[in-house]
């Protein structure tokens, strides 16, 4: 249905055009899914934009065709597109946030494409709106149709996303990154859903992501895309079972989980070339493990290696040597002692304010009670959907935000309430690594000052030359070279920026150390990059982590213990075989079925959550899992359950536990 | 035994210092490369270094007309040297000829009468009335008074000719430089095309501004190029001394406006609580009031201090000085809320950041915080509304001039210029010189200062671009 | 609704009083009325007698905040603080040097300030909006470049000059409309197109490079792009989309000099000859009489705290965000 050839785009900078997307070709038939995957900046968004030829200002496609029942896109009209758009093809969007306009109601978004594309208006258009709401899973309807966007949800914001491209009857769907601002579980509902509609309704879907799970999950064929040229196509079953591109089979590996727990990740040195430099030969080939003479001059040509799996590169073998490359990591492991950092029944309630006089007329229970303890040289890891508090509790911890309650003691001394010089020496011993490398360095210190920042406030290291020498030291221990020094933060990768925010933390030789997400802004190579590096760190210095994340594949490959947080509350704890083996609490349970899992021998038994996590401003009474709850009864609408231990170590807080 | 005296008035002290500051600055910047790169982007930008251009001439202007001085009398050896009342600068030293060649009252642009009709004793006639020949122009033609246009057209020719010289001489011995650097740079491997300096902009104003200031200046010994004003002053010496007003309106207002609105916009935005209310009450209370009553009742009162305490000030100019400083100051005091509220609003966006939390987690004190973290991240925004701010208070003064809370009536700047020449419009036929003078240089200031600000804002914020 | 604009006005309250309290200071405190009799009758005729009269006259010959020869209530309410100021609050602006009252005068002059700044202002609005859509429109392209330095131009020329040069050419060359002066009635459309044109033309520079941004800011958004990937016409994508999410910076930037234009343009009213707020003040400022400049700051915080109060209103009715939260 679709047949895209040769097509190539990219962008104006100055007098200079840099090409993203050099020459792809791929084909989609009815009913089928294609995914392109790959890395951020590999040039599958654009693609998707230029199929519509909505690419931004600066955007030019520069050759190929794009036909659409054999019809060139490319050459339509501006007003001939335009009946495209919407009609035949429809596109959803990664932030569904912002891709709603704020001030239109729902209906009225909708509408709109009823009347371009089907000429339909008032009642009749009306029907058919309430008929696509309750298609894409929105509850009452004929509310939700007056209301703007801001009075949903993100996961329904997404569902109207849906409705509105579903509206023309497209023959063809484009998702780009459709669930990647979502949580696991309402990114479970939404790809149930378009699977469902798809099948429904027998479109063609090109689903854009750069998740191996939600591939698996969805796609028929899968495209991989390096550097603007696509590298492999091969049918699901192949992809999976046997990925030929060098670059394939490195992302394969890169990917922690449990079975390769204590194993180094594989990780991909180096970074994808920048736009303006691209090589001559292979443009995978300065990372490439199995490289040749031939791959540095000659690019490689599209080959067919089986049926329906094609291939750009050289290299014939298959994947040998996977698990020779991998190094055995020393762990410390078994019973490391007392706790280094204890955690009581810790809360952070913030005050909502409200009327004449700013009277305080409710809290947002961010962190509600929540207690645990971190032994020395392990890894503690906090899991939750966004909104559960989990952040707030790093920073609390840190005192970053002061706790409404609760004592934090960090090796025996109280951190909650010091004050002023006290506070400051105790802080020595714990730090952070925060999410975003983007907005964890200031733009305007070079990389040796922000290192010596930390030295400089708590009076480490005062000597001029020893403390450069520590700084010297540190970049080293985290992989980046001595010049780095001089350097300023804008010079670096994310992931490079991420070693410089951990070598910052490590500079006052704290015991444990905060990692809030600090891989979820990073791609899977790069991921791997720094997981291992905090493995190997752990390993050296026997510095504790609390890791906060919403990641449950690194939370297998990295974590010993696991508590997982729900509204404020910690509902589960335990070792990390514990909670995701043997998971008693049925939120952890859903979490655990809702993780897109990249590989296709695994059949998920499907534990769907309806809803979304309701307002810590507002918290269900009783249990605050119950509306969500498939084993709910009565009791749990009362009472909040009591902590029940499953084994010494293990913890569920359940009416219901199993 | 000095042939002159200095005298150092306050606000020469206070441009002095402004142009330190800014020397200090440049100095800055070259150490650091985050700024760098963000005004080489400037320097690659056509119009934003086309107006820098123009700007610095004033700038010029500005500072030569800001080293002042009283001359030596002519005393008899021996005794002890008495010195002139009249405080000059060196622009009025450089440009004596305009400041003494003046006529008796209006006369237009090259024009070899006056404008008014005289009884004059003509000999054997008795007495005629009729517009008499001026004192200073054109006196060189005699009695051809009507080889005026073709005497005008040959020093203009001529001075453009040398314009063109010495332009030329500049533009090769820089294109030579640029090709020394370029090989050196291409040695190193470094290729900058993408912000290169917009050379070619600058020739090209410079160029222009000789074409028409060369001939300007030839033609001005002999004639009033822009005319004379009532008093018969030459409109040309005005405008040149309008200038450093106009500059030290606009750059010294912002001396007194930046430390209120960085200091206050970033204590309440940091710190929140009580002291974020005091600033944000204090700073709505000023903004209520309408800007121009403010600074009416401010100035009203101002003149009341002055008028009051006349043994304060020794001379003329420097009462006028420290009535424009005055001014500059209540400018300040009242114009600070705005940058304030938008440095409030970005210091609460960067206390979130996690660079800042970081800090906060070592310990860092909220002063190194403040200095290290958050200033530099603002500075953009300081110096952007810098730039914006001084074409708006420029043309303010013309405004205030107008009204009559300016500057001293008898200190020269564009808005008593306008101010005097305004009347003349209802004469006939119109005395139209000395407003147009006053109008486009005053044009030309603030179209360079504004196209100047776009540059700087485009480079500095990343949003626009 | 109720309470959040209640809450407002209570907000109002103390601002008021802190304008209040700076123009007192700046009044009487800054200088003493001593100071200001002498100013006022001039070096040759200054007498300790002649200032006590004058001061008398005027009632400024009471003491500042506390009158202690008065008892009971009369010791703050007989001070200058009580009788100047605070009564202000009640609409009481005392007379101005030529004996007339504060308050009726302004009662009456605030019409034709009215009468020119209300089309000023909302044709300037229009004009300047549509300009600023179409340079939006044709963003990126050489039209856009040149309008946006011609408005750069504009906005760089003073404001003196619009109106001196307008009233020459279109009055005196073309003698189109009357100089200067205003009209009773329907007769004074003539008077007023003149400075309604003066006073749009000279804005419009400002204020279309600033609608400009507003829209360019808007035309990137993420909306932007789903709305053209439903394929709506680019007009359809400018006026539903763009401009009402546009006009909530716009209305908002712009609502709260509405009360303002009771207060008319000072330039404007003293060159057209317009009997308005403006050149009240103005006047007020040359004669150096006080206690209307005094008033006119007072009016013109006052305005502007309801024009906040409006602002918020507006908020609420364009943006449903706040609206319905």
């Known amino acids: 249905m679709l047949q895209v050839d040769d097509l190539r785009l990219g962008f104006v900078a100055g007098k200079k055009n840099l090409i993203a997307v050099d020459g792809i070709s791929f084909a989609i038939a009815r009913g089928e899914t294609l995914a392109l995957l790959g890395e951020s900046g590999c040039g599958k968004s654009a693609t998707a934009l230029a199929l519509l030829r909505l690419l931004p200002g600066a955007g030019r496609i520069f050759g190929g065709q794009v036909s659409l029942d054999g019809e060139n896109l490319l050459q339509l009209s501006e007003a001939k597109m335009r009946q495209v758009r919407g009609g035949r093809m429809a596109m959803i969007f990664q932030e569904p946030a912002t891709s709603l306009n704020p001030v239109l109601t729902v209906g009225r978004q909708i509408g709109e494409v009823l009347e371009q594309h089907l000429k339909l208006s008032g009642a009749a258009a009306r029907e058919r709106m309430l008929a696509l709401l309750r298609q894409v899973g929105i509850a009452d309807p004929e509310r939700r149709l007056d209301e703007y966007p801001f009075q949903l949800s993100g996961g329904m914001k997404q569902r109207v996303m849906i409705a509105i491209a579903l509206a023309g009857e497209p023959q063809l769907l484009i998702a780009d990154e459709p669930t990647t601002a979502l949580d696991v579980t309402v990114q479970a509902q939404i790809l149930d859903l378009l699977a469902q509609l798809q099948a429904e309704r027998g479109m063609g879907m090109l689903l854009i992501t750069h998740d191996l799970g939600v591939v698996a999950r969805m796609a028929q064929r899968i495209g991989v895309m390096y550097a603007g040229e696509l590298v492999e196509v091969a049918s699901r079953e192949d992809f999976f079972s046997r990925p030929r591109h060098p670059y394939t089979q490195a992302l394969f590996a890169a990917l922690p989980d449990a079975a390769h727990r204590g194993q180094k990740l594989l990780t991909i040195p180096g970074l994808v070339p920048s736009l303006a430099a691209m090589p001559a030969g292979c443009r995978f080939a300065d990372r490439c493990a199995q490289v040749m003479a031939q791959c540095r001059t000659q690019s490689p040509a599209w080959r067919e290696v089986a049926p329906g799996h094609q291939l750009r590169c050289h290299w014939s073998g298959s994947a040998g040597g996977e698990s020779a490359l991998r190094h055995q990591l020393s762990e410390i492991n078994g019973d490391a002692g007392k706790p280094c950092l204890e955690v009581s029944d810790l809360k952070v309630h913030f005050p909502i304010r409200k009327g004449v006089l700013q009277r305080t007329v409710g809290h947002v229970f961010a962190v509600d009670g929540i207690s645990m303890a971190i032994l020395p040289g392990r890894t503690l890891a906090l899991v939750g959907e966004s909104g559960c508090g989990k952040t707030t509790v790093g920073k609390a911890l840190l005192q970053l935000v002061a706790p409404t309650a609760g004592s934090v003691r960090l090796g025996g001394g109280e951190l909650v309430g010091l004050k002023g010089k006290r506070l400051r020496t105790v802080r020595r011993h714990l730090q952070m690594i925060f999410q975003d490398p983007f907005a964890s360095l200031n733009p305007r210190l070079r990389v040796g000052e922000i290192i010596a920042e930390g030295m400089a406030a708590l009076r480490l290291q005062t000597e001029a030359g020893a403390r450069h020498s520590a700084i010297v030291a540190l970049l080293k221990q985290v992989g980046l070279a001595e010049e780095a020094i001089e350097r300023y933060p804008h010079e670096f990768s994310g992931g490079q920026r991420q070693r410089i925010a951990i070598a910052r933390a490590l500079a006052v030789q704290p015991e444990v150390l905060i990692c809030d997400e600090p891989t979820s802004a990073l791609d899977v190579s790069v991921q791997a990059q720094i997981l291992n590096l905090l493995k190997a760190l752990q390993a050296e210095l026997g510095v504790a982590y609390l890791f906060i994340t919403h990641n449950f594949a690194v939370v297998e490959y990295l974590a010993h213990d696991v508590a997982v947080m729900y509204l404020g509350r910690i509902v589960e704890r335990g070792r990390a075989e514990e909670v995701l083996r043997r998971a008693q609490h049925p939120y952890t349970q859903a979490l655990l079925s809702a993780v897109p899992t990249p590989r296709i021998d695994v059949i998920s038994q499907a534990v769907r959550l309806a809803g979304e996590t309701p307002s810590p401003a507002n918290p269900p009474t009783g249990c605050h899992f119950h509306p969500r709850c498939p084993r709910a009864q009565a009791i749990c609408r009362e009472n909040y359950p009591p902590a029940q231990a499953i084994s010494s170590t293990h913890a569920v807080n359940c009416h219901f536990p199993g | 035994m000095m042939p002159f005296q200095i005298v150092v008035l306050w606000s020469d002290v206070l441009v002095w210092l402004l142009f330190a500051a800014a020397i200090g600055f440049a100095v800055l910047v070259a150490h650091n490369p985050p700024l760098l790169s963000a005004w080489r982007r400037v320097g690659a930008s056509r119009l934003g270094m086309a107006s820098a251009t123009i700007l610095v001439a004033f700038i010029g202007i500005g500072l030569l007309d800001s080293l002042h001085f009283r001359q030596a009398l002519d005393g008899k050896p021996g005794q002890k040297t008495q010195y002139a009342v009249e405080v000059l600068s060196l622009l009025d030293a450089l440009a004596s000829p305009l400041r003494l060649n003046n006529e008796k009252t209006y006369s237009a642009p090259f024009a070899t009468r006056l404008y008014a009709k005289e009884t004059i004793e003509v000999p054997g006639l008795g007495a005629v009335r009729e517009y008499p020949r001026l004192k200073n122009a054109g006196k060189h033609l005699g009695e051809h008074e009507e080889e005026l246009l073709a005497d005008a057209a040959f020093t203009a020719w001529r001075a453009i000719l040398l314009a063109l010289l010495v332009w030329l001489a500049l533009t090769a011995w820089l294109l030579q430089r640029r090709a020394a650097a370029v090989d050196a740079s291409r040695r190193a491997k470094t290729s900058g095309d993408e912000t290169e300096f917009a050379w070619s902009s600058v020739l090209l104003t410079l160029l222009l501004m000789l074409m028409v200031l060369t001939p300007l200046f030839a033609l001005s010994g002999k004639y009033h190029v822009f005319g004379t004003d009532k008093v018969g002053q030459d409109v040309l010496y005005q405008v040149l001394k309008s200038v450093r007003t106009g500059l030290i309106i606009g750059l010294v207002t912002t001396l007194v406006l930046l430390p209120l609105a960085v200091g206050l916009g970033i204590v309440a935005g940091y710190f929140r609580g009580w002291v974020d209310d005091l600033i944000q009450y204090v700073y709505t209370v000023l903004n209520s009031i309408p800007g121009v009553l403010l600074i009416a009742a401010s100035v009203l009162m101002m003149q009341v201090i002055i008028d009051t305490h006349p043994q304060w000030f020794a001379t003329a100019a420097e009462r006028a000085d420290l009535r424009l400083l005055a001014l500059c100051f209540i400018l300040g005091m009242t114009s600070w809320t705005g940058l304030c509220r938008l440095l409030r609003g970005e210091t609460l966006k960067l206390r979130e950041l996690e660079y800042i939390q970081a800090a906060q987690a070592f310990g860092v004190s909220h002063g190194r915080i403040i200095v290290r973290h958050i200033l530099p991240n603002l500075m953009h925004i300081v110096i952007i509304s810098l730039v914006m701010d001084f074409s708006g208070l420029v043309l303010a003064e013309a405004v205030l001039s107008y009204v009559g809370i300016g500057v001293d009536p008898t200190m020269t700047s564009f808005g008593t210029m306008i101010n005097n020449a305004r009347m003349e419009l209802g004469r006939e036929p119109v005395v139209w010189w000395s407003l147009a003078a006053a109008f486009s240089a005053m044009f030309i200031l603030v179209l360079a200062a504004n196209l100047f600000a776009d540059a700087v804002r485009d480079a500095f914020d990343p949003r626009v671009a | ?325």
């Open chain 3, 1 to 325: 609704m109720l309470a959040y604009i209640l809450r407002r006005l209570l907000y109002a309250l103390p601002i008021l009083i802190g304008v209040n309290l700076i123009t007192f200071a700046l009044f009487f405190i800054v200088n003493t009325p001593d100071d200001m009799a002498r100013m006022q009758l001039g070096v040759k005729r200054v007498t300790p007698e002649a200032i006590e009269r004058w001061k008398s006259e005027r009632g400024y010959d009471k003491p500042l905040f506390i009158n202690a020869a008065a008892s009971g209530l009369a010791t703050v309410s007989k001070t200058i603080f009580f009788e100047k100021s605070a009564r202000m609050f009640v609409g009481d602006f005392g007379r101005a040097e030529d004996g007339r009252d504060i308050a009726r005068e302004i009662g009456q002059r605030m019409w034709p300030s009215l009468a020119i700044a209300l089309p000023t202002f909302i044709l300037g609005l229009f004009v300047s909006v549509c300009l600023a859509l179409t340079l939006a429109f044709f963003r990126a392209t050489v039209f856009d470049l040149w309008g946006v330095v011609l408005c750069v131009a504009m906005m760089s020329i003073s404001g003196l000059f619009y109106i001196i040069g307008g009233q020459y050419l279109i009055s005196k060359l073309w003698r189109l409309v009357p100089i200067s002066g205003f009209g009773d009635g329907l007769d004074a459309w003539r008077f007023l197109i003149l400075p309604v044109l003066i006073g749009v033309i000279s804005g419009i520079g400002s204020s279309t490079r600033w609608y400009r941004t507003i829209f360019l800011e808007e035309v990137s958004k993420d909306y932007v792009r789903t709305a053209r990937a439903k394929g709506l016409p680019e007009t359809i994508v400018f006026f539903r989309h763009i401009l009402r999410n546009a006009l909530i910076p716009i209305l908002t930037g712009v609502v709260v000099v509405i009360p303002l234009l009771f207060m008319g343009s000072l330039l404007t009213e003293s060159f057209f000859g317009i009997p308005g707020l403006g050149s009240y003040t103005i006047d007020a400022i040359n004669a150096q009489d006080f206690a209307v400049v005094r008033s006119m700051v007072f009016i013109g915080s006052v305005l502007y705290i309801v024009g906040l109060i409006l602002t918020d209103i507006s908020y609420t009715l364009v943006d449903p965000r706040i609206r319905f939260s």
